[in-house]
Each structure stands twice: as structure tokens, then as C-alpha cells.
């Protein structure tokens, strides 16, 4: 399974991204797919996740009411929209794939893509 994430930039406190996640290699409707984020000296945590079809999502405390996470299952993506950002924001942002339906458990994803920075500044 192959995930290329891409949409990240430079952007305002304030502003918006949409990122995207595009994955191949796998049947898509079969793969929980998830967003994560990774501060410098950290380790990757949980940003939001949504199921197979796409009915159930979750997020963290963090981001719940600024971010949605929705997939196109006919276009084998995964998308975060990123609205009200915070200079707190800022980090490397990375979608992931899993065999279980929906996951906050960064263990339980098995396939990565590469990351896409966000910065958030004036």
C-alpha cells in the first residue's frame, strides 16, 4: 500500500488547508484511514480518523470542531480539512492506513506516507 500526502504549507493563524492523502496499492474501502501529527522531539499523535465507509469518524480533543477528516472512496483519498489554525498547529502531518475499520491507535496502523509540513505563522 502506497499513501502520498500532499497540501501542507505556510498558512495564517486563522487560515485553512484541505490536505490530501491519495492511496494505491489496496483496495481502499477496506482500509480505516487516519491523520497524524508530529511535533519536533516528539513522537506522531492522534489528529482524527474515520472508518471504511466513511460514517464514523474521531478526533482529538485537540482539534475536534476545527478539523474533519472525510474520504472520496471512488477517488482512493483521504482528506483533512484544517480550518482555525493555531501557531500550535504546526508539524509535520502524516496519513496512514489500517486493517481495522477505525483507529486512534497509532500501532494499529500498518502503512504510512511520507508527511506534509504545516507551518502556521504571521
Known amino acids: 500500500v502506497q499513501l502520498q500526502a500532499s497540501g501542507g504549507g505556510l498558512v495564517q493563524p486563522g487560515g485553512s488547508l484541505r490536505l490530501s492523502c491519495a492511496v494505491s496499492?489496496?483496495?481502499?474501502?477496506?482500509?480505516?484511514m487516519g491523520w497524524f501529527r508530529q511535533f519536533p522531539g516528539e513522537e506522531r499523535e492522534f489528529v482524527a480518523a474515520?472508518?471504511?465507509?466513511?460514517?464514523?469518524?474521531r478526533y482529538a480533543d485537540s482539534v475536534k470542531g476545527r478539523f474533519t477528516i472525510s474520504r472520496g472512496n471512488g477517488k482512493n483519498t483521504v482528506y483533512l480539512q484544517v480550518n482555525s489554525l493555531k501557531s500550535d498547529d504546526t508539524a509535520v502531518y502524516y496519513c496512514?492506513?489500517?486493517?481495522?475499520?477505525?483507529?486512534?491507535?497509532?500501532?494499529?496502523?500498518?502503512?504510512w506516507g511520507q508527511g506534509t509540513q504545516v507551518t502556521v505563522s504571521s
Open positions: 496512514a492506513a489500517s486493517n481495522v475499520v477505525i483507529t486512534s491507535a497509532r500501532l494499529e496502523y500498518n502503512y
Open positions: 474515520i472508518s471504511w465507509s466513511g460514517l464514523t469518524t
Open positions: 496499492g489496496r483496495t481502499f474501502r477496506q482500509l480505516g
